[in-house]
């Protein structure tokens, strides 16, 4: 979606609603692919204040990422509100808005950047999730493994062997 900024700060519209629902290609974040299931929605208003608009949105979407322990898919819910702060004027002295160049502002955009700033760095499809077994790989979620779990130091592995063979 994209906005023309002079109508809004020339007063010719007050504000501007937002409500609109657009589909977002998948992509790369820290080498996974995220997909989007479904379309984004964004609901919110553009309102001028002085040279300055002030963009209140709330995005909803769900993804499908792939946990970092398990491997497996599972679908993250974002509902997120977001507050942006846009001029045209470069001399503005106001530190936090972000200075356009142009007559458009893209609202989707700002929505695909609000959506993967917010995105977790691990992610795990729930708190409890088991991962994978070390040794064979199974699904510990799914399954459980026969492999022997004995937490052994390796520095230590060479004394294991005298107390194997003791005779009584």
């Known amino acids: 979606m994209k906005v023309q900024i002079s109508d809004i700060i020339l007063g010719k519209d007050r504000s501007k609603k937002i409500d609109y629902a657009f589909e977002i290609p998948q992509f790369d974040f820290e080498g996974d692919i995220i997909k989007y299931i479904g379309s984004c929605k964004v609901i919110g208003d553009i309102v001028p204040?002085?040279?300055?608009?002030?963009?209140?949105?709330?995005?909803k979407a769900d993804l499908e990422m792939i946990?970092?322990?398990?491997?497996?898919?599972?679908?993250?819910?974002?509902?997120?509100?977001?507050?942006e702060r846009f001029t045209a004027n470069?001399?503005?002295?106001?530190d936090e808005a972000i200075v356009v160049f142009d007559d458009v502002l893209d609202i989707t955009e700002i929505v695909e950047t609000s959506i993967i700033s917010t995105l977790p760095i691990r992610r795990i499809c729930k708190d409890d999730c088991k991962g994978l077994c070390q040794e064979c790989?199974?699904?510990?979620?799914?399954?459980?493994?026969?492999?022997?779990?004995?937490?052994?130091?390796?520095?230590?592995?060479a004394l294991?062997?005298?107390?194997?063979n003791k005779e009584v």
């Not at 002085?50 to 995005?59: E, F, P, Q, T, Y």
């Not at 470069?90 to 106001?94: I, Q, R």
């Not at 510990?140 to 592995?157: A, G, P």
């Open 90 to 94: 470069s001399k503005s002295e106001d």
């Open 49 to 59: 204040n002085g040279d300055i608009l002030i963009v209140s949105a709330n995005i």
């Open 160 to 164: 294991r062997g005298l107390f194997d």
């Open 137 to 157: 790989g199974c699904n510990l979620n799914l399954d459980t493994c026969s492999c022997n779990k004995e937490d052994v130091d390796i520095r230590f592995e």
């Open 67 to 83: 946990c970092s322990k398990c491997l497996d898919t599972f679908i993250y819910p974002i509902d997120i509100d977001i507050e």
